[in-house]
């Protein structure tokens, strides 16, 4: 496996999933969602999702049932 093929594939992915969630464009909110996709556009922001999904990924099996890997009572 290329890291810089498999780092240009997580990148990729959290691109989308931060575009999915941005708002979308509303007139009266012009000139603040403009500067939200300005900064979330701009680069060097990627490698910190990409590390917690690998984390996740890591961590997390198939046969979760929706709690925390470290809770305990």
Not at 22 to 44: F, H, I, R
Not at 47 to 61: G, N, Q, S
């Amino acid at each position: 496996m290329d890291f810089q093929i498999e780092l240009k594939n997580r990148v990729d992915e959290a691109e989308k999933i931060i575009h999915k969630y941005m708002p979308q464009n509303m007139e009266m909110q012009k000139t603040v969602l403009e500067a939200m996709d300005y900064t979330m556009s701009a680069g060097g922001k990627r490698i910190r999702p990409v590390i917690m999904k690998a984390f996740y990924d890591l961590f997390v099996t198939e046969n979760r049932n929706d709690t925390y890997i470290f809770s305990y009572t």
